[in-house]
């Protein structure tokens, strides 16, 4: 392991593919926060499909970038959803055509509110579906703790109640 330019700890061992980003919340518009963007976007079907369904909708149809962004200023709490798309993009500078405005604000309340989840809990999502693809190329569990700043009784918690994971491949 070695310290790179900007102080976070880096993973150079070739056979670990899970940056040290995991452990913690990176900061916005930080390198960090680049890397797990690109690691979102390489593994796009597991990680949205681990995620709260509001930051799934918004990944996936504006891009993780815009959905970090979004949750760090609004997160964890819930958003007003217009009639039309173009007032939602002044609202919160989102980049969303009306089609996909329209897929989204369907899932709004009577009040025309969604939940958008807090930065931290997604992050949460994410870095639980990277340790379970970690799991799954059998990463010993020490290299998991030091990865993803959890305990061991978290990894052994994790592998108990995930005994099978989607298409039937076992941890």
């Given at each position: 392991m070695e310290e790179s330019m900007n102080n976070t700890v880096r993973n150079d061992d070739p056979?670990?593919?899970?940056?040290?980003?995991?452990?913690?919340?990176?900061?916005?518009?930080?390198?960090?926060?680049?890397e797990l963007v690109r690691f979102c976007e390489s593994n796009q079907r597991c990680v949205l499909a681990s995620m709260p369904w509001a930051a799934s909708e918004i990944a996936g149809i504006c891009g993780f970038s815009t959905l970090f962004h979004l949750m760090y200023r609004h997160g964890g709490r819930k958003i007003?959803?217009?009639?039309?798309?173009?007032?939602?993009?002044?609202?919160?500078?989102?980049?969303?055509?009306?089609?996909?405005?329209?897929?989204?604000a369907r899932r709004a309340d009577t009040s025309g509110h969604i939940e958008l989840p807090s930065a931290w809990?997604?992050?949460?999502?994410?870095?639980?579906?990277?340790?379970q693809m970690a799991m799954r190329e059998n990463v010993p569990s020490q290299e998991l703790t030091r990865t993803f700043g959890v305990s061991m009784r978290n990894i052994r918690m994790i592998r108990s109640s995930t005994g099978k994971i989607k298409g039937g491949e076992p941890l």
């Amino acid at each position: 392991m070695e310290e790179s330019m900007n102080n976070t700890v880096r993973n150079d061992d070739p056979g670990m593919d899970y940056p040290a980003l995991f452990s913690g919340l990176p900061i916005i518009r930080s390198e960090n926060e680049k890397e797990l963007v690109r690691f979102c976007e390489s593994n796009q079907r597991c990680v949205l499909a681990s995620m709260p369904w509001a930051a799934s909708e918004i990944a996936g149809i504006c891009g993780f970038s815009t959905l970090f962004h979004l949750m760090y200023r609004h997160g964890g709490r819930k958003i007003y959803m217009p009639k039309d798309a173009l007032r939602f993009a002044q609202l919160y500078a989102v980049d969303i055509n009306d089609v996909d405005y329209k897929k989204l604000a369907r899932r709004a309340d009577t009040s025309g509110h969604i939940e958008l989840p807090s930065a931290w809990g997604v992050f949460i999502a994410i870095r639980r579906a990277a340790m379970q693809m970690a799991m799954r190329e059998n990463v010993p569990s020490q290299e998991l703790t030091r990865t993803f700043g959890v305990s061991m009784r978290n990894i052994r918690m994790i592998r108990s109640s995930t005994g099978k994971i989607k298409g039937g491949e076992p941890l």
